[in-house]
């Protein structure tokens, strides 16, 4: 329930922000000392190995993401590695 809210609020607030993000996407942020944006598909929300991501930002940033979008707390190289992993199932 709680990341539905974060979502919620995350993706309102791109919305405001981006409007480069195509139909079935959301964009985060990631990194550790400098940002970088990624555009991601809804459907990596159904996997549990994002959704501990997600729950991991939940734990460290609360509802206050301090990029305007959802900002998950992991290496840029590791967030690459995760994603293409996800890709491919």
Known sequence: MAIR?????SLS????????VPK???AVYVGQSQMKRFVVPLSFL???LFQDLLSRAEEEFGF????GGITI???ED???DLISRLSRT
Not at 13 to 20: G, I, P, Q
Not at 64 to 67: G, K, R
């Open 5 to 9: 809210q974060m979502l919620r609020r």
């Open 13 to 20: 607030s791109e919305k405001r922000l981006a409007t480069d």
């Open 78 to 80: 590791t967030f690459v």
């Open 64 to 67: 206050n993401h301090p990029m």
């Open 46 to 48: 159904n996997n549990p």
């Open 73 to 75: 707390p992991c290496g």
């Open 24 to 26: 079935g996407h959301f």
